[in-house]
């Protein structure tokens, strides 16, 4: 599929998917308009190494329907802006901070561009905290254009914070249950020069009501994690901390996982074998 908009492609792929997300009960969308102190289950994670944000200024690149964006916000920054390139995630993301009475720029705000435009649509050097959550990178087909939008957003003394996939995760066949409980390698774990993973499936990832979907195919690209490292430090960030854990916040591995609390899905045995996500930490120089 040589000359593809990959963008393109993937903002319909997400623009379908956006209004069966947010009525999702994967989503807990009711719960975050019930409850003021809600947070979402992946913020929750987040919160021994995030910090306090207290009177941080806060941007969240590719932040879908808005869920961790107002998690940002409950966790008592002073603004965060959510960023995407999806109009239909964005429709939904206004609609939950109307429903939570977090709109008109109050204190979250959203902003629709593609994050390599960001700068082109938010302040430079205006942020203290730059917010990527889980399954964000894998649409980014250069990470070191994306490490330069980072360095560009944040102040000097500004933090990156990523919880995402591990490559090592990415790279691993998740389509065929193995009874010897092997996990193979398919996938690429390195960065291929802008050269996609084409993937056609007509579903989501959340539990929703019957659809026959018009968007089956995306693109996904892969970094390794040395690749990340390097670009964010070639920006001009130095990075003060990476974690690597042994769980992921959905089945990645049908047949080979279990939930164990919290929305996370571990291994069923032998968890040491593979790192599962990563956070990773950098400050602005």
């Not at 019930?34 to 919160?47: G, K, Q, T, W």
């Not at 306090?52 to 690149?61: A, N, P, Q, T, Y």
Request: some cysteine; overall charge negative; aromatic content about 8%.
């Amino acid at each position: 599929m040589a000359n593809v908009d990959w963008e393109s492609l993937n903002r319909k792929n997400w623009d379908e998917r956006a209004p069966l997300h947010a009525a999702s009960p994967d989503y807990n969308i009711q719960d975050f308009i019930a409850d003021p102190n809600y947070l979402s289950e992946v913020a929750r994670f987040d919160i021994p190494l995030l910090g306090d944000i207290s009177g941080l200024r806060c941007v969240h690149l590719q932040c879908h329907i808005g869920t961790d964006t107002l998690s940002l916000a409950r966790r008592g920054a002073a603004s965060v802006t959510g960023l995407d390139f999806s109009p239909a995630s964005l429709t939904e993301a206004r609609k939950l901070a109307a429903a939570t009475h977090r709109s008109g720029g109050e204190k979250v705000d959203f902003v629709e561009a593609s994050v390599y435009a960001a700068l082109s649509v938010l302040p430079s050097q205006a942020f203290d905290l730059v917010f990527t959550g889980i399954g964000a990178l894998c649409w980014i087909p250069d990470v070191r254009r994306w490490a330069g939008v980072v360095a560009g957003l944040l102040r000097p003394g500004g933090r990156l914070f990523i919880r995402e996939a591990h490559p090592m995760l990415c790279a691993l066949d998740d389509n065929v249950p193995r009874e010897d409980g092997r996990l193979v390698v398919k996938h690429p774990y390195f960065e291929r020069g802008g050269q996609a993973s084409v993937f056609d499936e007509g579903s989501t990832y959340v539990r929703h009501e019957p659809h026959e979907f018009e968007n089956t195919v995306s693109a996904e690209f892969s970094h390794g994690m040395g690749e990340i490292v390097q670009a964010l430090l070639d920006a001009g960030l130095r990075v003060t901390g990476l974690a690597e854990h042994q769980s992921v916040p959905w089945d990645a591995i049908p047949g080979q996982m279990e939930e164990i609390g919290g929305g996370e899905y571990a291994l069923k045995s032998e968890r040491w074998r593979v790192p599962l996500t990563y956070t990773l930490q950098a400050v602005k120089q």
